[in-house]
Each structure stands twice: as structure tokens, then as C-alpha cells.
């Protein structure tokens, strides 16, 4: 999975994953394993993602401060 700025199509790319792999283990008669596996992979995937959304999320916050930062310390009074 690629890292996306859109959290959107990233739940929906993963729930598609998630939903294939239930269909085919109900289907196909997956070993239990298999699925467990593939789940698994999805989890961590999912949770690099969050962190990567964390992360973007928390370094615009710090950017934003430090504009507001900017504006008080630099701008003064004239």
C-alpha cells in the first residue's frame, strides 16, 4: 500500500482487502491461518498508516504555531 494523504481511500482500500480475504476463506475453505496472516498484514499496514496521519497532522500543527509564533514575536508593534 502506498502512503496517502486521503485517510478515506485508504480505510477503503484496506476494507476491500479485509472483505476479499472473509469472502474467500467463506468460498474457498481457507485454512484459518491463511486469513489470520493476511489480516495481520492488513493491521500493520493500517497502523503505518494512522502513524503516517499522526504525523502529517502533527507536524501542520507545529508549522501553524510557529507562523502564529512568527506574527507575535516579528510583527510587533509599529
Known amino acids: 500500500m502506498k502512503n496517502t494523504t486521503s ?37 500493520e499496514k493500517l497502523s503505518d498508516q494512522l502513524k503516517f496521519q499522526w504525523l502529517d497532522g502533527w507536524n501542520a500543527g507545529r508549522h501553524e504555531l510557529l507562523d502564529e509564533l512568527k506574527k507575535k514575536v516579528v510583527g510587533g508593534h509599529k
Open 7 to 43: 485517510i478515506d481511500e485508504f480505510m477503503s482500500d484496506v476494507m476491500k482487502k479485509i472483505k476479499d480475504e472473509v469472502y474467500a476463506a467463506y468460498y474457498y475453505g481457507k485454512q484459518p491461518q491463511k486469513s489470520t496472516k493476511v489480516l495481520d498484514e492488513l493491521e
